[in-house]
């Protein structure tokens, strides 16, 4: 018996002596990186190859599913569980449709002003509404976004209620050619949704992400270990309010027209993107991809069912919640150890075949 204890605390001992290194990467994203490089490349040659319907449904697949990165980032890992986000969406299309409109701006210039404009108002707005906690930060962030929906139903120069089109002369400074255009719009929106999750992943990758994911699982704990967490919360929610802003006026770039009841719609840009980030997993980089995969799925197919469409979409997000509180792809993740993006750092214990190498 002695000995068989001595072996094991030898063994053990062993084993805590093994070198180690750390890694970040998987096998399986290291694959995955492989075929999204190919799907990627695929979805950049499609105006060469695909028609005009495929180029808006993908164009929307790419905004939406950069709205569900934002949200999911400011929910599912600073805590900020915001049901008001349509108002950046709003701001950054209004501030689009103003520069271009009276003051003549350059459309790529104003498009790249939306973004930080949205950003700019967003601080006054997170000085009042980060006084709340839980569901009454939710309430605020909504009633914000209703003032500044209002607010534009009253500017005359905003177009009051009946909002803003976009001139010819507007649209020729992206192409004359109408189809050159749609083109240019179509990657422009790739482009976007590429830039937000790099900025997303490469966020959560630094010390930042290491903040955000400790204030995700205790904020007490983890001010106590000296995480600023307004600091962290507040640069966030900028950030967020910025990439959105710049989402928002990309978006009515394309739709070419905006009103109050279009650009700080509830439904349009808040309530399906929750639904995508909850279905699809919250706290995860993949998660907001597998709900807009499975949202767009079943608008396609369904929705010349009318309200049916909606109470099935209703009743799946029910059945998930249920059975895999974490969405899909926490289930995912929690069944089988599955990251395609990872983002933590994973300590790994060298065999004696990689000691040799190094």
């Known amino acids: 018996m002695a000995d068989h204890v001595a072996g094991d605390v030898a063994g053990q001992s062993a084993a805590d002596s093994a070198p180690v290194h750390v890694e970040r990467a998987t096998k399986a994203s290291r694959i995955f990186a492989v075929l999204a490089a190919v ?32 949200w999911n ?27 271009t409109g009276v003051w003549n701006v350059n459309v790529y ?39 500044f929906s209002l607010f534009a139903s009253l500017i005359l ?31 422009m929106t790739l482009t976007m949704s590429l830039f937000v999750f790099a900025i997303v992943y490469l966020l959560l990758r630094s010390r930042h992400g290491l903040a955000l994911t400790a204030i995700r699982d205790s904020e007490p704990a983890s001010a106590s270990l ?34 109050p009841e ?14 995508m980030v909850v279905i699809g997993g919250i706290g995860t980089l993949e998660g907001p991809f597998i709900g807009m995969l499975v949202y767009i799925a079943l608008r396609e197919f369904l929705a010349d069912y009318g309200t049916y469409y909606l109470i099935l979409l209703g009743l799946l997000a ?20 599955l990251q395609l993006f990872p983002v933590g750092r994973r300590l790994k214990l060298e065999s004696a075949d990689d000691a040799s190498k190094r």
């Open 226 to 259: 000296g995480v600023n967490t307004f600091r962290t919360k507040f640069i966030i929610y900028v950030a967020t309010a910025a990439c959105t802003g710049l989402i928002g006026g990309l978006i009515f770039l394309q739709k070419l027209r905006i009103s």
């Open 109 to 147: 210039l104003a498009l790249l002003l939306a973004g930080p404009f949205a950003g700019l108002m967003s601080i006054p707005v997170s000085f009042a509404v980060f006084r709340l906690r839980g569901a009454y930060f939710a309430i605020g962030t909504w009633v914000v976004s209703e003032v």
């Open 157 to 187: 120069v905003l177009g009051a209620g009946s909002g803003l089109s976009l001139t010819v002369p507007i649209l020729q400074e992206i192409s004359p050619d109408r189809d050159v255009r749609g083109t240019m719009l179509y990657l």
């Open 73 to 99: 980032l400011l929910a599912g890992y600073a805590g900020l569980v915001s049901v008001g986000q349509q108002a950046y969406v709003g701001l950054g299309g209004y501030m689009l449709f103003y520069l």
């Open 262 to 275: 279009a650009g700080f719609s509830i439904n349009d840009w808040t309530v399906v993107v929750i639904f």
């Open 318 to 337: 029910i059945a998930i919640m249920l059975k895999a509180p974490m969405g899909i792809w926490g289930w995912v993740i929690h069944r089988y150890d």
């Open 39 to 70: 799907v990627l490349a695929a979805l950049i040659s499609l105006p060469w190859w695909g028609d005009i319907g495929w180029m808006r449904l993908i164009a929307e697949m790419a905004y939406y599913v950069a709205l569900a990165q934002l």
